[in-house]
Each structure stands twice: as C-alpha cells, then as structure tokens.
C-alpha cells in the first residue's frame, strides 16, 4: 500500500497518534483494545510472539473495539552460537550482580537458573522466524505493519501491498530513513534520541555514535528534507503541545510508548508504574546489558552494576537475562528488570487510557489549555 494509503488512515483518526509497539509485556489484548476505542492506531509488539498468539491477539482485540491495528516485529540479525569464552564472561558479570548474593541456601537455585538461560542462549533458533510469524498476519490482516532494526526481505512488502496493507519502518537516523524510502515502505518512523526502548538503528553491531544521537524533532525535520515518505515522529512525546510541535516540524503523525505505560490498562509491571510516576529523581540511560542492544531505561541496580561489562550479541544476551528478569518481576523487586522508558517518563500519569486521550486531545486542539 502507497504512502497515501497511510496517510488516509492518519486522516481516519481522532488525533494522529500511534499507541507505539511495546514487546515484552505492556502491549496485552486489554491495553490496544482500549487504545482502540478512543480512536487511534493500537500497535502490538510481537517481536517475540509465536504466531498462534498474533493472530489470537488481533482477532480478540477486533472483538471487543473497531480501528487501526498495528503488528510489529524485530528484524532480527542472522547469528552464530556464542563461543564457549564469551558465554562465560556474559555468564560470570550476572554472576557476580548482586541478585545472586543471596542467604546461601537460596543461591543454588539462582545458579541453575542462570545455568539454563545460559544453555537456551547459545542454542539455535536464535529467535522466532519472521516468515512464520507474518504468516498469522496475512490471516489475521492487521491494518497496518511496522518493523524495528531495518528492512524486511522484499517479500514482505510484495505480500502486504497486494494485502494493501501499510508498512511503516524505523529511522534513528538520515541514512536509514533513505535507505527505508528506498525499500518500498509507506512511511518512515524517526525515531529521537529521547526514545524508551531499543533504538531502532539498523546495524546490530554499531555502538552509539554522535550521529545517532539526533533528538526527535531535529530528526523529523533532518528526514522530512530528505525524504518524501510520511514521517511519524517518535520520542519524548507527552502532550498535545509536543504532537502540534512534530506535526509543524514535518511530521504527519506521532508513535507514543512511554506516555502510555503506565496507564491502568498497561500491561507493564506493578513496580515499573510505580518507578514511572513515582521516582523521577532516577532518571534514564541507554544500556545494552539486558539484551544486547542498546535500549533506554530507567536506571537501577542492573544498569549500573553491568556498566562496561561483557554481554552477548542481541537478542541472546536477551535470553541470558531472561530468567533473571521474570524472578525480578515475579518478587515484585525492580532493581533487575528492564524498567524500558523514554527520557519524558516523569510526566507519566497513572490513569485510565480514556483519560490520557481526553487530555492529549485538549491540549492538542488548544493552545495552553
Ligand atoms: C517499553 C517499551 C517497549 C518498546 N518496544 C518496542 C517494540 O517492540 N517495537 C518498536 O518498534 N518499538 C518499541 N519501542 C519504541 C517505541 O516504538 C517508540 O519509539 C518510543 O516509545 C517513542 O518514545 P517515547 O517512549 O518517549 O514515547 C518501545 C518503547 C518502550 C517504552
């Protein structure tokens, strides 16, 4: 589908806002079927998602709520099983957390834990297939696709146009964005420097470099220039006023995540909603010690205590520290969970999604109310 065809859906929309994808957790049935009945586009994060559990998803948020559903996926970059020497080292700097200072009864449990992420980390397959994923999408037809960390096969986009489905594909920076309006996609998600999550920078094995540090509007207006595709503006976006500003910079639409984590229907955890409204004073950084790209997130014990240390190739450092996360979540404890939140995240309100609509859509249409 043509980037007009995205661009009539913008239109549909009782503001052009995008609930933007959020694997692992905060993206439940409940979560985008409410997002949904406020009238914009409910996006999935199915990164990580088998494909009975995409076309379940969809098909039960098209239940109970009409509108505009995104499915969004990884590109995830073809890898080798880890040598024996780097899963040591990734495996002793989570040993040595202090997770794993525990009454000494309790630590063989924790070992055998981290034992078997370690085995489930260096086994092939890596991460699920894109093809057998996108399989449940061409059942369930999604309104719209979009897709993290680079270009899907062109089979992809061959499939969605006869589907006449739009494709919508992240920018960190100018380079990709091209490399996107290039690709055959519909639009072109920029997404800033203020970002929560992984930032969507194509090369897997890049480090952060200035280049890739530009902040969201100073990126929409950059790709804006550049390119002809519509821009969706993402990062640090938080109220009508920040959406007016992306839309006069160039954008045609915003994708929100944090502004929306830690509302009621929010599938995030307790301890993350409360760490979101409650302690602003801890702030964000970019880490890549939970999955082995950098993303950005609240500070605690994990990010600070994995500082420079040796970690796995995305997404199997993901894997390593997978188990390690959910024990964190499940004790209610969230000084080793991955806490992902843009850099805006202290005006996080604790609210229904209704609510957050009401006031984004007030501040939007008025200027300073
Ligand atoms: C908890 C969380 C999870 C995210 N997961 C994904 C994802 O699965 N796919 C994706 O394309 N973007 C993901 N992102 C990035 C968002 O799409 C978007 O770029 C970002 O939320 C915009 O910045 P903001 O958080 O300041 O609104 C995630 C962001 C957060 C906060």
Known sequence: MSADGFKSIVQSLRLPVIQAPMAGGPCTVAFVASVLKEGIIGSFGFAYSKPDAIRDAIKAARRVAHGPVNANFFIFPSLQAPSDAALQQAVQALQALAAFDLAPEDRPAHLQMLERSAIKAAEAPFFPSLEEQLEAVWSARPELLSFHFGLPPGWVFDRARELHIPVLI???KRSEALAIEASGAS???????EA???????????SMSIEDGMETLDLVEEVSKHCKLPVVAAGG??????IRAAIQRGACAVQ???????CDESGASAEHKRLLTQEPQRGTVFTRAFSGRFARGIRNRFTESMQDQQVLPFPQQNTLTGALRQRSA??????????WAGRAYPQCRAEPVKTLLARLEKSYR????
Do not use: C, K, N
Request: hydrophobic residues 40%; without cysteine; negative net charge.
């Open 256 to 262: 929100m995540g944090t502004a929306f984590l830690a």
């Open 187 to 193: 639009a072109i998600v920029a997404q800033g420097i």
């Open 170 to 172: 992240s920018a960190s």
């Open 196 to 206: 929560g999550g992984h930032r969507g920078y194509f090369d897997a094995a890049s």
């Open 237 to 242: 976006i938080m109220d009508g006023e920040a």
């Open 330 to 339: 499940e004790t209610g404890d969230p000084e080793y969970q991955s806490l």
């Open 366 to 369: 008025m200027p300073g109310g």
